[in-house]
């Protein structure tokens, strides 16, 4: 609670939360806000924004609704991100633990399987990885995961590093405890922290590694993302500009407000730092 | 740690669905059982999965990347042919981020707190929140469609017959807008990196000192403050190095580049898992080359890190 309220004090910190809450509400809201499908076919072909109450932002090549789209774009956005983000944390600290705690050739190796992953750029690794199990929300949530666990490893392990020596794990194993109990019962918990701090950063780099990739055509096909939008426009661009402008737009500010929001979790935990000796 | 990534690719290749003959059934729509059965023993592919993995091996260690299904030439080549053109971007688009988001960094760090300060962490932060390819269409549509200033696809002007200087000039022309939509982010993260360390040396001692002693406030930024503050900078120029590979593949994407990005997404969609597994293995090979760089770079710029090793 501390910390939230730490938070609440930061600037930037309040800017996030308000982008990304208005965001997510609106894609919570979506089912209600934009009942119809989004892919369906809603009004004219290329009906330019701002000249029809009833399709406020107009209509794409194929005559739907952009801001349906936009708004169910923000639904796929957030989720591949978040899953991704859960996703990387949670191999990551894994990871991290496992090689921490048990040390040696166990460390070695996987510091290793780190090494390699961390050499691969990221957007490759994701998009080999979808074309070949095939573009679906799932493979594209695990392509980014795997690219984005390698620092949260890092993070975890190295705390639990310096954990594992502390007098708390000393007590655990005198009264018995298992030693995968301690790593995850004991040690994990006390480590998340500063990998926690870089939670946000994973979602923004997540969101922008989705929308290329649905940009480049290996989004699912079944749902709508800005990055598609994007990709469908960009044919009109001569013609059309909005309709690869508009989704664009949306996804800068969404990034923007995950970015805000990581600062405010900086700027509070600095604060932390600076009133706790 | 490359052996880990060869078994990775090989693992993806296997997990591809369909192998090289099925690829090239679809691609001349069908053909005889027997051709079929013919095809996958010249290729090896009736063999046991650790055997193709020791053929995969073998071919490797001689620098063999493997036939490019979607191209039907071999895969080293279509790297290399394409390689110059990606490193051309690259270098360029680093160049730009790094020079540029460095002076405005010193301008942003010379006085913390300031109006120049807020208004470049603002706009930086803006600026790294904006997707590249999306970058590059905005690019495209100002300067290209509306303004018609440069050229929004390709690398040079296509059968223009140019040589020498002319050329040149011409490439650079079609390099502009692609470096930009590149390079923008990495100039605002350089940015915010020489800032964040900026403050960080404005609060060490000698930094006092040096104002204690008088010296002039332009001194103290450029040769005490600055100076210090670089060596963050080149630790991220490392880390960046495979961000921006990655990058490359969407922005030649958009420009139309014949480069190595854009091979990786014509891999892609031919289908062409050699191709793919080949252009991971060199990129990778091409981070750790960039890293090892950016190590000698750290040690000639801080003496004390070489030395301890030497010693």
């Given at each position: 609670?501390?910390?939230?309220?730490?938070?609440?004090?930061?600037?930037?910190?309040?800017?996030?939360?308000?982008?990304?809450?208005?965001?997510?509400?609106?894609?919570?809201?979506?089912?209600?806000?934009?009942?119809?499908?989004?892919?369906?076919?809603?009004?004219?072909?290329?009906?330019?924004?701002?000249?029809?109450?009833?399709?406020?932002?107009?209509?794409?090549?194929?005559?739907?609704?952009?801001?349906?789209?936009?708004?169910?774009?923000?639904?796929?956005?957030?989720?591949?991100?978040?899953?991704?983000?859960?996703?990387?944390?949670?191999?990551?600290?894994?990871?991290?633990?496992?090689?921490?705690?048990?040390?040696?050739?166990?460390?070695?190796?996987?510091?290793?399987?780190?090494?390699?992953?961390?050499?691969?750029?990221?957007f490759?690794?994701?998009?080999?990885?979808?074309?070949?199990?095939?573009?679906?929300?799932?493979?594209?949530?695990?392509?980014?995961?795997?690219?984005?666990?390698?620092?949260?490893?890092?993070?975890?392990?190295?705390?639990?590093?310096?954990?594992?020596?502390?007098?708390?794990?000393?007590?655990?194993?005198?009264?018995?405890?298992?030693?995968?109990?301690?790593?995850?019962?004991?040690?994990?918990?006390?480590?998340?922290?500063?990998?926690?701090?870089?939670?946000?950063?994973?979602?923004?780099?997540?969101?922008?590694?989705?929308?290329?990739?649905?940009?480049?055509?290996?989004?699912?096909?079944?749902?709508?993302?800005?990055?598609?939008?994007?990709?469908?426009?960009?044919?009109?661009?001569?013609?059309?500009?909005?309709?690869?402008?508009?989704?664009?737009?949306?996804?800068?500010?969404?990034?923007?407000?995950?970015?805000?929001?990581?600062?405010?979790?900086?700027?509070?935990?600095?604060?932390?730092?600076?009133?706790?000796? | 740690?490359?052996?880990?990534?060869?078994?990775?690719?090989?693992?993806?290749?296997?997990?591809?669905?369909?192998?090289?003959?099925?690829?090239?059934?679809?691609?001349?729509?069908?053909?005889?059982?027997?051709?079929?059965?013919?095809?996958?023993?010249?290729?090896?592919?009736?063999?046991?999965?650790?055997?193709?993995?020791?053929?995969?091996?073998?071919?490797?260690?001689?620098?063999?990347?493997?036939?490019?299904?979607?191209?039907?030439?071999?895969?080293?080549?279509?790297?290399?042919?394409?390689?110059?053109?990606?490193?051309?971007?690259?270098?360029?688009?680093?160049?730009?981020?790094?020079?540029?988001?460095?002076?405005?960094?010193?301008?942003?760090?010379?006085?913390?707190?300031?109006?120049?300060?807020?208004?470049?962490?603002?706009?930086?932060?803006?600026?790294?929140?904006?997707?590249g390819?999306?970058?590059?269409?905005?690019?495209?549509?100002?300067?290209?469609?509306?303004?018609?200033?440069?050229?929004?696809?390709?690398?040079?002007?296509?059968?223009?017959?140019?040589?020498?200087?002319?050329?040149?000039?011409?490439?650079?022309?079609?390099?502009?807008?692609?470096?930009?939509?590149l390079?923008?982010?990495?100039?605002?993260?350089?940015?915010?990196?020489?800032?964040?360390?900026?403050?960080?040396?404005?609060?060490?001692?000698?930094?006092?000192?040096?104002?204690?002693?008088?010296?002039?406030?332009?001194?103290?930024?450029?040769?005490?403050?600055?100076?210090?503050?670089?060596?963050?900078?080149?630790?991220?120029?490392?880390?960046?190095?495979?961000a921006m590979l990655g990058g490359s593949v969407v922005i030649?994407?958009?420009?139309?580049?014949?480069?190595?990005?854009?091979?990786?997404?014509?891999?892609?969609?031919?289908?062409?898992?050699?191709?793919?597994?080949?252009?991971?293995?060199?990129?990778?090979?091409?981070?750790?080359?960039?890293?090892?760089?950016?190590?000698?770079?750290?040690?000639?710029?801080?003496?004390?890190?070489?030395?301890?090793?030497?010693?």
């Amino acid at each position: 609670m501390a910390f939230l309220r730490r938070y609440l004090r930061s600037g930037a910190g309040m800017a996030g939360l308000l982008i990304i809450a208005t965001i997510a509400l609106g894609a919570i809201a979506a089912p209600w806000l934009a009942p119809r499908d989004p892919l369906a076919i809603a009004g004219p072909a290329l009906l330019p924004p701002f000249t029809d109450a009833r399709l406020p932002l107009g209509t794409d090549r194929l005559g739907r609704d952009m801001l349906a789209g936009l708004i169910h774009g923000a639904r796929a956005s957030l989720a591949v991100g978040l899953a991704a983000m859960v996703a990387a944390l949670a191999i990551g600290s894994v990871v991290g633990t496992v090689a921490g705690f048990a040390g040696g050739l166990v460390d070695e190796a996987l510091m290793r399987v780190t090494d390699a992953f961390q050499v691969v750029p990221r957007f490759l690794l994701a998009l080999a990885f979808v074309s070949t199990l095939g573009p679906s929300i799932g493979t594209v949530v695990i392509a980014i995961a795997l690219g984005a666990w390698t620092e949260p490893a890092r993070l975890v392990r190295a705390q639990v590093l310096s954990l594992r020596e502390r007098d708390f794990v000393a007590a655990a194993r005198v009264i018995g405890m298992h030693p995968a109990e301690i790593a995850f019962r004991e040690i994990l918990p006390n480590a998340l922290t500063p990998a926690l701090a870089i939670a946000a950063l994973i979602v923004a780099a997540a969101v922008l590694i989705e929308a290329a990739l649905s940009f480049l055509g290996l989004g699912d096909p079944n749902i709508v993302t800005w990055g598609t939008m994007i990709a469908e426009g960009r044919n009109l661009l001569r013609t059309a500009p909005a309709l690869s402008l508009l989704p664009g737009l949306a996804l800068v500010i969404t990034v923007l407000g995950i970015y805000l929001v990581s600062e405010g979790i900086g700027d509070a935990l600095e604060r932390r730092g600076r009133t706790t000796p | 740690m490359l052996l880990i990534l060869v078994l990775a690719t090989f693992l993806l290749l296997e997990l591809a669905s369909g192998d090289a003959v099925d690829a090239y059934l679809v691609s001349s729509g069908g053909g005889d059982a027997n051709l079929v059965a013919q095809m996958r023993q010249h290729y090896g592919l009736d063999q046991s999965v650790l055997a193709r993995l020791w053929i995969y091996l073998a071919a490797l260690a001689h620098l063999d990347l493997g036939w490019s299904l979607a191209f039907d030439r071999p895969v080293g080549a279509l790297i290399a042919e394409r390689l110059p053109n990606t490193l051309m971007l690259m270098g360029a688009a680093l160049a730009l981020s790094f020079g540029l988001g460095s002076l405005l960094g010193v301008a942003a760090g010379a006085r913390p707190g300031s109006l120049t300060d807020r208004l470049l962490s603002v706009g930086s932060l803006a600026l790294y929140a904006i997707p590249g390819f999306w970058l590059g269409l905005v690019l495209v549509l100002f300067f290209a469609v509306d303004l018609r200033w440069l050229p929004g696809s390709g690398i040079e002007t296509i059968a223009s017959g140019k040589t020498g200087l002319a050329r040149a000039a011409d490439i650079a022309r079609h390099l502009v807008l692609p470096v930009a939509a590149l390079g923008f982010i990495y100039l605002a993260l350089f940015l915010r990196v020489m800032r964040s360390a900026m403050a960080e040396v404005w609060r060490l001692d000698f930094v006092t000192f040096a104002q204690a002693k008088g010296l002039s406030r332009r001194r103290i930024v450029w040769r005490h403050v600055a100076r210090n503050a670089l060596l963050p900078l080149v630790t991220m120029l490392g880390l960046q190095a495979a961000a921006m590979l990655g990058g490359s593949v969407v922005i030649e994407s958009v420009f139309a580049i014949p480069g190595f990005g854009r091979l990786a997404s014509e891999a892609v969609a031919g289908r062409d898992g050699p191709l793919l597994a080949g252009i991971i293995l060199v990129s990778a090979v091409m981070v750790i080359a960039i890293n090892l760089a950016v190590d000698l770079l750290y040690a000639w710029l801080d003496p004390r890190i070489g030395a301890g090793h030497a010693s």
